[in-house]
Every structure is written in C-alpha cells, then in structure tokens.
C-alpha cells in the first residue's frame, strides 16, 4: 500500500522531541525525512544518558528510546551549518525538499542563515515549519521553552492536576508528555499546509508553539474562566464518585490497584453495576431506585461502591466489569500500556530492527491509512547517512572527502 506521504521531502533542523516528533510522524506516513545534525555533537538529545531517574539505554546496546521514538524512520547527515564549505550541500537539500522544519530560536536562525526569508530565497515553494516555546509574536518569541514549562506549567495541566492543599506540584506523567502531542500537532500542520499547497499552488508557513499546544489541552477549563472573566474557584472533587454520580470517579481495589468509572448515564449503570457486584438489592433501595434519586444521593452510594470495590482485587473487578456494558478502565502503568490488547490488536504497538540486529517494539503514532498498521524502521545513528544523502544530490567522493577534511560534513 502507498503511504499517503510517499514522495514527500522533509529537512529537519531541529533536536530533542517536540519538533523531531512530527518528522517522525510523517516518516511512518511515508515521507523522506532528512534530519540535519550537527557534525560533532549530533542531536543534543543524543547526550541524555538518563530520563526522569531512569537509564536511557540498557548496557552494550544502540538503542536509545529516547532518540527511536521522535527519530524512526529518518536519515541522519552530519552538517556543520556554521562552516562556509557546508552552505552549498545544505542550499542544494532545501532546494530538493518540500518542508524545512526547524525547533532553532531566532538568534540561531539567523547565525545559520535559515530563516524564512534566507530558505524561501533558495526554494521558493518550499513549506516553513517552526516548533517553539512561546510563539513568533511577543515579548517572549526569542525565549526558549521545554513541555515541562510552557507546555505543562504555563499551558494550565500542572494547575489542573496539583490539589489545592498539596505541598508539591504534580510532574508530567510521562517524559516529553507535551513534546509528544506537539510533535502530532505539528504534522497535521505540515499535511494541512501540503493539501493547500496541491490546491492553491502556495506554500504555507506553519507555526506550532508549545504553549498553544498546552492551552488547547486544557481548554475547556480555559474557556470557562474567559466566560467567568475570571480564575475558576479552586474545587475539591469528592473522595469517591462526583457531586451527582457514583459511577463516576477513580476506586481502589483490595490490593491497591484503581478502576476509573465513567459512566454517565447513572440511573442506566446503576442496576448493572449493583448484578456484578452480588447486590441486586441496592438497585431497589429507596435511596437509589430512581435517577433522581440516586444523584441525590451520589455520596451515599459512592461510598458503598467505594466498600465493594475495595473488598476485591484487580483482577476479579476487571473480570467483573468486563461483563457489563458501563464504561471503565483499569489504570495501567508503563508495561501495561505496552502490552495493552487494544493497542497490539489494532498494531499501535510495532517491531522494530535495531542497528544490532535485534528485535525492539515502539509506541506507533495513532493514525493509520485504509486500517493499515505503520511499519516502522529505526533512529538513524548519528551522520549515518551522510555519505548516502550527499551522494544522492550529485555530491562526488573527492568533493565529500573535501567537505570532511573541513570539518563541514560528518
């Protein structure tokens, strides 16, 4: 099956996730991403031994997660932009090339010469990409920004989830959490740009800052104070259930593990629920026999779901809800979510070969084509492709030996 963005050229003048993410997206679409590299230090990202107190890697092998995930799929040239011998081979990749994609801040956009106008000069059709902290306009355009701060903190999700009274704010719950969803953001504004361009014959510049990434995940909190014309009144969810619903809310199991409830229609759950629980007699009590007056007693009967949920295990309430039609699910850790059935029957979990030769699996991004699971290929090592690329755009083996003994090329 041809993938939708075969015969598409992507440049990428970026590092770390947020932007690369979005190459990574488009070359499991198909693209030909092209990823430009420093040619002594590579991806900064590269450099990350350890992740959020984790090892990045295990012992004696190439594969790093950190660089597969935002980098599958990719070719790597190692390219010292800074160097007058490189700026011929990197003009004659934008003038082969459908997108410049770039997460560099202004002052290094302009060193490096890759600005829009600087880019446009040398291929006047080609679509700009800029990944960004804060946006091109305002105070802040030339600042640099990371998820964990304009995404996280800034967009509204560490003050949506940090309770009122706590003494600490709550972290990201994964590493490079906005990064990831800016990354998907970003290629659906590069595939947007790309239809306009087949439509109008014009090329598009595309602009995604994290900070709008953060304020579009929250926006429904957001809206509400710009209604309110003002900060929301901090609020204190019921330990167990909602305001008005039992069947609605996070439970703790016997051995400690937790349920999300979400069924919002609670006087339709509310017979069903009590059959798998062993007490049919709670769907007659005067209390709960109604819709009414269930939500009316939401805490009442929260805290008896509360006591029947916690007198079994996670694995008898999985079994157990799994017979009914209410909607739940099991709060998973990492290796859950890895192993999830949905995910590997639908192959949103996927092989991949490593530069060893060995078998690894990798989070696919969640869009597919005619019900076709990705295939997906592995990061680039660093500067692997340099020489394959070059020779590709007409550069010959004295001009790339040239170009080494510079410095220019890795």
């Avoid at 239809?195 to 429904?220: C, H, K, N, Y």
Wanted: net charge negative.
């Amino acid at each position: 099956m041809r993938r939708p963005m075969e015969g598409v050229r992507v440049l990428e003048v970026a590092q770390f996730t947020f932007v690369p993410a979005a190459g990574a997206v488009l070359a499991d679409w198909g693209a030909d991403v092209i990823k430009i590299e420093h040619a002594e230090r590579g991806d900064a990202q590269r450099g990350l031994v350890r992740v959020l107190g984790y090892e990045a890697a295990s012992a004696g092998s190439s594969f790093y997660p950190i660089m597969e995930g935002p980098n599958r799929g990719k070719r790597s040239v190692g390219l010292a932009l800074e160097k007058p011998a490189a700026r011929p081979v990197l003009e004659e990749l934008i003038r082969n090339s459908d997108v410049f994609l770039t997460n560099f801040l202004p002052e290094a956009r302009a060193k490096l010469r890759i600005e829009l106008e600087d880019v446009r000069a040398i291929n006047p059709d080609i679509i700009y990409v800029r990944g960004s902290g804060f946006g091109q306009r305002g105070a802040e355009a030339d600042k640099g920004g990371y998820d964990s701060t304009a995404f996280w903190a800034r967009g509204g999700s560490a003050a949506g989830v940090t309770p009122p009274d706590s003494d600490r704010m709550s972290r990201m719950p994964a590493g490079a959490y906005g990064d990831s969803m800016g990354g998907m953001t970003i290629a659906g504004g590069i595939a947007a740009a790309l239809f306009s361009r087949a439509m109008t014959g014009e090329p598009s510049v595309v602009d995604v800052s994290l900070l709008g990434v953060g304020a579009w995940a929250t926006q429904f909190t957001v809206n509400l104070a710009l209604l309110t014309g003002g900060p929301l009144a901090p609020r204190t969810p019921p330990k167990h259930g909602s305001a008005t619903n039992p069947l609605v809310g996070a439970y703790r199991t016997a051995d400690g593990r937790w349920l999300e409830l979400c069924m919002l229609q609670p006087g339709r759950y509310w017979p069903e629920f009590c059959r798998l629980a062993g007490r049919d007699e709670l769907a007659k009590d005067d209390r709960f026999d109604s819709t009414d007056k269930l939500m009316a007693n939401a805490a009442q009967a929260a805290e008896i779901v509360a006591e029947l949920i916690s007198a079994r295990s996670f694995a008898e309430w999985t079994e157990i809800l799994g017979r009914g039609e209410g909607q739940w699910a099991a709060a998973q850790n990492a290796w859950e979510v890895g192993q999830d059935p949905s995910l590997r029957a639908n192959g949103l979990i996927a092989q991949v070969l490593d530069a060893d030769g060995v078998d690894r699996e990798l989070v696919t991004n969640p869009v597919q084509f005619n019900e076709t699971p990705v295939t997906l290929t592995r990061g680039p090592q660093f500067a692997e492709h340099t020489d394959e690329v070059l020779a590709e755009f007409g550069i010959s083996g004295d001009e790339l030996l040239r170009l080494k003994l510079d410095g220019a090329v890795t």
